[in-house]
Structure formats: structure tokens, C-alpha cells
């Protein structure tokens, strides 16, 4: 059975700052997602990873996959307030080719303070 | 990129009556989705919706309670039957884009049972 472990949990980080949330998951997989949740609203996607040492940034935000140790970061460079949000990473099942069927992390709920 | 119009975006409804959530994308998915967020938690695949056929539904949920229906490729929906308070979620559907790989969502439908 697959599962996706996020952590850390909460994250409270001052803006400028640097930090890095880890995704480790249990069994192979060859697609990992990264979602962004605001208070209230859908998930926004960020980034689809789908190859060993993938690496994709988009502004602030830098996630990077490690199949053979099973981890996928999202790296966070100066952060700054609108970054607060929960972000989950989410891996692809795959089973009997049921694509799309993912199993996501707890999510990471980030608060950026001035 | 898919967009997703899912309605309602909240209800409020009464133990032992019964809701149905609509799912529509603006363009052709190769596969769609229904998850579940309880409240605070992560998201869990109820599930798959099959074009045409009867949807293949994840362990823990049944089609008397969450009977699904895709009649085509653009459009779902999603009932959730004999609501209990216990059924108080959001309720999101998805959308495979087989163009590049990411998987969309839709708004969301927040649910409260009384």
C-alpha cells in the first residue's frame, strides 16, 4: 500500500527566509505533484514531476524528485507573505493502470510572517 | 489547461436527505475523479468515474452511498446519499489533461449535514 508522508506539518517562517518541505513516499512511483491549498478554496497546482532528478521552479518555489530514495522536496527561497498556504504533495498509485488516482500527503500548512 | 465548474460550491442540508454535485469540464479528460477533504485533513479518493460505465470505487466507499454518474467526457457528477453529519466534507472533482500530465481540479462543494 502506498503511502505519502509530508512533513514537516506546520511550518511558521519569516519572510526572507529559506526553508525546504520533504515528501517521502513507500512504494515506486513515477509521477509526483505538488498542490497548493488556500483557506477555503480548490487546489492549484504547482508543479508535476515525472522522472528521477527532475527539478522544476516556478518563482519563489523549487520542487525536485529523488526516485530512488523516494523523496520529492519543495524548496522555498525568500519567502514572502503570499506564500502562506497548505501544500500537498501527491503521488500516482498507478495501480493496474488507474492513473490519476493519488495518494496525498497531510499537507503542510505554511504561515509567512512579516 | 482544463478548467473545472463544479456546483453547488456550498450546501447545507439535512441528516437523511440526499445531494448531487456537478462536474464540468471545458474540454475533454482522458479520466475524472471525486475526492473527499474532511475537515483540517487531506484529500481521499472516492472515485474513478467511467465514461459510460459504472465507477470503480476506492475501499471504504460504495455506490448506494456515492452513486456516480459520466455520461461523456465532460461531465459528472457525484450524489452523496442518506447524508449524516459524519458526511460534512468538501467534495472535489478532478480531471486527468492527457496533454501534459497534471491533474485539474475543480472548486470544490462544501457540505454541511445538520
Known amino acids: 500500500e502506498l503511502k505519502v508522508e509530508q512533513n514537516p506539518l506546520f511550518l511558521s517562517m519569516q519572510e526572507g527566509k529559506n526553508y525546504t518541505i520533504y515528501c517521502n513516499y513507500s512504494?515506486?512511483?513515477?509521477?509526483l505533484y505538488w498542490y497548493r491549498q488556500d483557506p477555503g478554496k480548490s487546489l492549484e497546482s504547482l508543479f508535476v514531476l515525472l522522472s528521477n532528478g527532475a527539478v522544476k521552479q516556478e518563482g519563489r518555489l523549487m520542487a525536485s524528485l529523488d526516485t530512488k530514495a523516494r523523496l520529492s522536496t519543495l524548496h522555498i527561497t525568500a519567502a514572502v507573505h503570499d506564500l502562506s498556504a497548505t501544500y500537498f504533495c501527491?503521488?500516482?498509485?498507478?495501480?493496474?493502470?488507474?492513473?490519476?488516482?493519488?495518494?496525498f500527503g497531510k499537507g503542510t500548512k505554511l504561515s509567512v510572517k512579516p | 489547461s482544463a478548467v473545472i465548474s463544479q456546483k453547488p460550491s456550498r450546501d447545507i442540508c439535512q441528516r437523511g436527505t440526499s445531494l448531487t454535485i456537478q462536474c464540468q469540464v471545458d474540454?475533454?479528460?482522458?479520466?475524472m475523479f471525486w475526492y473527499r477533504q474532511q475537515p483540517g485533513q487531506s484529500l481521499t479518493l472516492i472515485a474513478t468515474a467511467n465514461q459510460g460505465s459504472e465507477a470503480t470505487y476506492e475501499s471504504g466507499f460504495v455506490i448506494d452511498k456515492f452513486p456516480i454518474s459520466r455520461p461523456n467526457l465532460t461531465f459528472s457528477t457525484l450524489t452523496v446519499s442518506n447524508m449524516s453529519p459524519e458526511d460534512s466534507s468538501i467534495y472535489l472533482c478532478s480531471g486527468r489533461d492527457g496533454f501534459n500530465e497534471k491533474l485539474f481540479f475543480g472548486s470544490g462543494t462544501q457540505l454541511s449535514v445538520l
Open positions: 512504494t515506486t512511483s513515477d509521477r
Open positions: 474540454s475533454q479528460v482522458t479520466m
Open positions: 501527491a503521488v500516482d498509485n498507478g495501480l493496474g493502470g488507474s492513473q490519476g488516482n493519488l495518494i
